[in-house]
């Protein structure tokens, strides 16, 4: 894979030369990676829809809220 940066964002890296950023760019891809197949798997046997999801995820924001004042 090639790596593309912008050059203000790899002159700033630049000033951090001891950071290892191959090391954490590889360990956020490998958790983002981990993350998603976390997910697939819970969510592969749910029986309910994207629909439901989203509206229970507001009333628990809500509710969340109210908790919290």
């Given at each position: 894979?090639?790596?593309?940066l912008?050059?203000?964002?790899?002159?700033?890296?630049e000033e951090?030369?001891?950071?290892?950023?191959?090391?954490?760019?590889?360990?956020?891809?490998?958790?983002?990676?981990?993350?998603?197949?976390?997910?697939e798997?819970?969510t592969?046997?749910?029986?309910?829809?994207?629909?439901?999801?989203?509206?229970?995820?507001?009333?628990?924001d809500?509710?969340?809220?109210?908790w919290?004042?």
């Amino acid at each position: 894979m090639e790596r593309i940066l912008p050059k203000d964002l790899e002159a700033k890296m630049e000033e951090f030369s001891e950071i290892g950023w191959e090391f954490l760019v590889r360990r956020s891809i490998m958790k983002k990676l981990e993350e998603i197949a976390f997910m697939e798997f819970f969510t592969s046997e749910s029986e309910i829809t994207e629909e439901e999801a989203i509206k229970l995820g507001k009333e628990l924001d809500k509710k969340l809220a109210r908790w919290y004042e």
